[in-house]
């Protein structure tokens, strides 16, 4: 029974440890696929004014050598197009089509399971958390001041 126990605890830690990789690999394409974005449209600006053109395309070239082949695939379809290939999702909406994000879709971008795409645009998707203070009041925390507006 002892051994079961050490067995389950050492598979639900390495499990643990699986997930935290996984979110950590998650972050960092992201993050690379945000400043893949900004350093291409730092790029445009620099090729017309004929400066530092050289490095910026050295950073470039390092960023997409550390993005998966199916993540860079995805990005280069997006800035063919003229668009961002990434999104955020604030309030349950994504910030690329405007539209509302699935709720199950929405749980797996705050478990963290997989770099997740929006179902209406494509984008890659990350959630960014309200902070508390943005948050409207919940309606039944506000107490109205028994004053009624009647005609």
């Known amino acids: 029974m002892e051994r079961d126990i050490k067995g389950s605890s050492q598979v639900l830690a390495l499990n643990l440890h699986i997930l935290s990789r996984m979110k950590n690999v998650i972050v960092r394409t992201v993050r690379c696929l945000l400043e893949l974005h900004a350093l291409e449209e730092r790029l445009n600006v620099f090729e017309r004014n004929h400066e530092k053109v050289s490095e910026v395309k050295a950073l470039i070239e390092s960023m997409r050598a550390s993005l998966p082949l199916g993540v860079l695939t995805g990005h280069d379809r997006f800035r ?32 963290c399971e997989g770099l997740d795409r929006c179902d209406q645009c494509g984008r890659y998707l990350y959630l960014v958390e309200a902070e508390e203070s943005d948050r409207p009041p919940h309606p039944r925390s506000v107490r109205s001041s028994g004053v009624t507006n009647r005609v």
């Open 80 to 111: 063919a197009a003229g668009k961002r290939s990434v999104a955020e999702v604030s309030h349950g909406t994504c910030s690329g089509c405007h539209m509302a994000v699935a709720t199950g879709l929405l749980a797996a971008l705050h478990r």
